[in-house]
C-alpha cells in the first residue's frame, strides 16, 4: 500500500479471511526489508524481515513475498483475526546505509468480526 | 530480551519551552539509537541517527540547533526540542540497534505544544 499525504489506504477484511497487504519500495540496492505492525499510540512492532537474497519467508500466520524485479515486497496474514487491526509499514535498508530503514507510507488493516 | 524504553510517554508543554524525551534501551547495549517523527495518518520520518560518544548524523531539512541529540552511553540517548512550537507537535519515536540490522523500537512520546 503507497501512501501519500493524510491518507493511509485502508484494507478491510472479514475475521478469518486472509489479508494481503504491499508495499512499493524505492531502492534497487536496499538489501534488507522488514514489515512492523503499529497500533495506534504506539511504537511499530516486528513482524517479519525478509533479505534480498530470499523471495518467500513464512512465520507464524505471516508471509513475506518479495518480488525484486518490480520493487514490490508483500505481507499475507493468514485467518486474521481483530488482534491483527494496526497499520502496516514496510522498511527497506539500503546493504551500504548502516541500519538506517526508510519506511513505506503504510497500510492501514480493518478487521471486522 | 531488546525492550526499548521512552519517557514520558506524553508531554504537553507551553510554546517557547523545550522539552526532553529519554530513550533507554533496557537489557541489551546499543552502539546506534535513531529518532523519528510521525505526523498523524503519517509513516515514520527519520530525524536523525545517533552513535555513543559522538554527535549524531541528521536529515535532511531537521534543524540540529532545535533537536539536540545525546547519546551519552550504549543504554541511553535524549531528544531535547528546544523552543517548542505547536508545529513540533508530533509523535517522536526512537529505536535501538545492537549492531545487526534489526531496530528496536520504543513506545513513542506524545509531545503537544500549546
Known amino acids: 500500500g503507497e501512501s501519500v499525504g493524510l491518507h493511509l489506504p485502508t484494507l478491510s477484511v472479514q475475521e478469518g479471511d486472509n489479508s494481503i497487504i504491499n508495499c512499493a519500495y524505492s531502492?534497487?540496492?536496499?538489501?534488507?526489508f522488514i514489515w512492523y505492525k503499529q497500533e495506534s499510540g504506539k511504537g511499530p512492532q516486528f513482524i517479519i524481515d525478509i533479505r534480498s537474497n530470499m523471495d518467500k519467508r513464512q512465520g507464524q500466520r505471516v508471509t513475506v513475498l518479495l518480488n525484486k524485479t518490480v520493487k514490490h515486497l508483500s505481507l499475507q496474514i493468514a485467518a486474521t483475526q481483530p488482534g491483527d487491526s494496526a497499520v502496516y509499514f514496510c522498511?527497506?535498508?539500503?546493504?551500504?546505509?548502516?541500519?538506517?530503514?526508510?519506511f513505506g507510507g503504510g497500510t492501514r488493516l480493518m478487521v471486522k468480526p | 530480551g531488546a525492550v526499548v524504553s521512552q519517557h514520558p510517554s506524553r508531554v504537553i508543554c507551553k510554546s517557547g519551552t523545550s522539552v526532553k524525551i529519554e530513550c533507554r534501551s533496557l537489557d541489551f547495549q546499543a552502539t546506534t539509537m535513531f529518532w523519528y517523527r510521525q505526523f498523524p495518518k503519517q509513516s515514520l520520518m527519520l530525524m536523525a541517527t545517533?552513535?555513543?560518544?559522538?554527535?549524531?548524523?541528521?536529515e535532511q531539512g531537521v534543524e540540529k540547533d532545535k533537536f539536540l541529540i545525546n547519546h551519552a552511553s550504549l543504554t541511553l540517548s535524549t531528544l531535547t526540542v528546544t523552543s517548542a512550537h505547536p508545529e513540533d507537535s508530533s509523535f517522536y519515536i526512537c529505536?535501538?540497534?545492537?549492531?545487526?540490522?534489526?531496530?528496536?523500537f520504543g513506545p513513542g512520546t506524545r509531545l503537544t505544544v500549546l
Open positions: 529505536s535501538a540497534s545492537r549492531g545487526i540490522d534489526e531496530q528496536f
Open positions: 531502492n534497487s540496492a536496499s538489501d534488507y
Open positions: 522498511a527497506e535498508k539500503l546493504g551500504n546505509a548502516g541500519n538506517m530503514l526508510t
Open positions: 545517533s552513535n555513543e560518544g559522538s554527535k549524531a548524523t541528521y
